[in-house]
């Protein structure tokens, strides 16, 4: 999974050059998880995945045990 954000990232900045100046510390466009499910989920699973992801990126996620 790795591989296909960080070549994907890559194709996109050449598409698009704007992008270069929008991510200017090379970390890549994608967030660094990713979600994957081999049973069956729901839209809240979903939903919820999103909203703590959002939480993650922004710096705003606590750790919970």
Same mark, same amino acid.
Do not use: C
């Given at each position: @999974?790795? !591989?296909?954000?960080? #070549? !994907?990232?890559?194709?996109?900045?050449?598409?698009?050059?704007?992008?270069?100046?929008?991510? +200017?510390? #090379?970390?890549?466009? +994608?967030?660094?998880?990713?979600?994957?499910?081999?049973?069956?989920? #729901?839209?809240?699973?979903?939903?919820?995945?999103?909203? @703590?992801?959002?939480?993650?990126? !922004?710096?705003?996620?606590?750790?919970?045990?």
């Amino acid at each position: @999974m790795g !591989t296909i954000k960080s #070549n !994907t990232s890559k194709a996109l900045k050449i598409k698009f050059a704007f992008l270069k100046k929008v991510y +200017w510390d #090379n970390q890549g466009i +994608w967030a660094k998880g990713y979600f994957i499910s081999t049973v069956r989920i #729901n839209g809240k699973i979903i939903k919820e995945y999103v909203k @703590m992801q959002e939480k993650e990126d !922004t710096g705003q996620a606590k750790l919970e045990f």
